[in-house]
C-alpha cells in the first residue's frame, strides 16, 4: 500500500497550510498524522482522520475521503516548520509511512 | 509522565551488530505493543520491526527481516532490537514508538531516538 505526500509545502505567517496523503481507497482507512522536527522525537497531530490529541492546537484538522486524506494547518506559525507524515495501518500490508511532507513557513 | 529512552546506537562496521535497547516509563508497558521506526538520512520515516504487548506476536519489515530481531522484558520495561549483518542502508536514528493500544493502532509516544551509524 503506497502514501503520496508532496515533498514540500510553502507558506506564510497566518496562512493555511494543507498537506495531502494520497492511497488507493484511503477514505476508508483511519489516518494518523505525525510532526517531526529535527533534533525531535516525532508527535502525533491528528489520529483516527481528524482527531487531535490533547495539546494539539485546534488549527491543526484531519479529513479523509475517497482517495485523499488532508492535514490543514490553519493561521501557520513559523513554529509549525516541521516535516509531516501521514500513516496508515492495513491488515495486509501492516503499518504505512508516507514519504513526508516538509513544511516551510516562509 | 510516559518516558522513552533509546540507546545502544553508534558506529559500527559494516557485517557489524548492534542491540538497541529503549528503557520506558510511566505506563504499563506489558499491555501495549511497541515499534522500532526509523529515519535514514536525507529520507522519510520507516518502520522497522514491532511487537505486540505480550512478545508473542512479532512483525518486521522486508528490509530487516531475517537480520534484526525485536523483544522485550516486560518485567524491565525495556523493548530491544538485536541488529546484526549491518549495511550502510541502516545508518538512520532509530526510535523506539508506543502504540496507543494495538499494533495497528496510531503512535502516541516517540523517544528522542539514538544513531546508528554503519561505516567503514
Known amino acids: 500500500y503506497v502514501l503520496t505526500q508532496p515533498p514540500s509545502v510553502s507558506v506564510a505567517p497566518g496562512e493555511t497550510a494543507r498537506i495531502t496523503c494520497g492511497g488507493a481507497?484511503?477514505?476508508?482507512?483511519?489516518v494518523h498524522w505525525y510532526q517531526h522536527k529535527p533534533g525531535q522525537a516525532p508527535v502525533v497531530v491528528i489520529y483516527?482522520?481528524?482527531d487531535r490529541p490533547s495539546g494539539i492546537p485546534a488549527r491543526f484538522y484531519g479529513s479523509n475521503s475517497r482517495n485523499t486524506a488532508t492535514l490543514t494547518i490553519s493561521s501557520v506559525e513559523a513554529g509549525d516548520e516541521a516535516d509531516y507524515y501521514c500513516?496508515?495501518?492495513?491488515?495486509?500490508?501492516?503499518?504505512?509511512f508516507g514519504g513526508g511532507t516538509k513544511l516551510t513557513v516562509l | 509522565e510516559v518516558q522513552l529512552v533509546e540507546s545502544g546506537g553508534g558506529l559500527v562496521q559494516p557485517g557489524g551488530s548492534l542491540r538497541l535497547s529503549c528503557a520506558t516509563s510511566?505506563?504499563?508497558?506489558?499491555?501495549?505493543?511497541m515499534r522500532w521506526v526509523r529515519r535514514a538520512p536525507g529520507k522519510g520515516l520507516e518502520w522497522v520491526s514491532g511487537?505486540?504487548?505480550?512478545?508473542?506476536?512479532?512483525y518486521y519489515a522486508d528490509s530487516v527481516k531475517g537480520r534484526f530481531t525485536i523483544s522485550r522484558d516486560n518485567s524491565k520495561n525495556t523493548l530491544y532490537l538485536q541488529m546484526n549483518s549491518l549495511g550502510a542502508e541502516d545508518t538512520a536514528i532509530y526510535y523506539c514508538?508506543?502504540?496507543?493500544?494495538?499494533?495497528?493502532?496510531?503512535?502516541?509516544?516517540w523517544g528522542q531516538g539514538t544513531l546508528v551509524t554503519v561505516s567503514s
Open positions: 514508538a508506543k502504540h496507543l493500544t494495538t499494533p495497528g493502532a496510531p503512535f502516541d509516544h
Open positions: 510511566g505506563f504499563s508497558f506489558s499491555n501495549y505493543a
Open positions: 511487537i505486540s504487548g505480550s512478545g508473542a506476536s512479532t
Open positions: 481507497s484511503i477514505g476508508s482507512e483511519s
Open positions: 483516527y482522520n481528524s
Open positions: 500513516q496508515v495501518w492495513d491488515s495486509n500490508t501492516d503499518l504505512v
